[in-house]
């Protein structure tokens, strides 16, 4: 079993900045897939970003694309999303996802693990 725990979630701005992190334990995760998924009050979740096992592969969600970087410390069993010019549109609750897959997913289906979710507002 895979935990997933997210955190630096917050209060921000209009064109600031926030890095999430999330913490895995429970079992080894360097041949993961991880990413982040969103859900903004009212609506479904949505992809925000994905990354392969070795860092070699990443997919990005069009609004977030050129504004949020996803990247890995295996060495910490942690992912990280630094999210930059930060928009009010991109106020939700965030979750870390991981797969044991050499894959990249966009997809909430094909990921079996998630985190709790991280709250990040982003005020106009």
């Known amino acids: 079993q895979v935990l997933l725990v997210e955190s630096g979630g917050g209060l921000v701005q209009a064109g600031g900045s926030l890095r999430l992190a999330c913490a895995a334990s429970?079992?080894?995760?360097?041949?993961?897939?991880m990413g982040w998924f969103r859900q903004a009050p009212g609506k479904g979740r949505e992809f925000v970003a994905a990354?392969?096992?070795?860092?070699?592969?990443?997919r990005y969600a069009d609004s977030v694309k050129d504004r949020f970087t996803i990247s890995r410390d295996d060495a910490q069993n942690r992912i990280y999303l630094q999210m930059n010019s930060l928009k009010p549109e991109d106020t939700a609750v965030y979750y870390c996802?991981?797969?044991?897959?050499?894959?990249?997913?966009?997809?909430?289906?094909?990921?079996?693990?998630w985190g709790q979710g991280t709250q990040v507002t982003v005020s106009s």
């Open positions: 429970g079992r080894p995760f360097g041949n993961y897939g």
């Open positions: 996802v991981a797969r044991d897959s050499y894959l990249v997913y966009v997809s909430e289906a094909l990921y079996n693990h």
């Open positions: 990354l392969s096992w070795d860092s070699g592969s990443s």
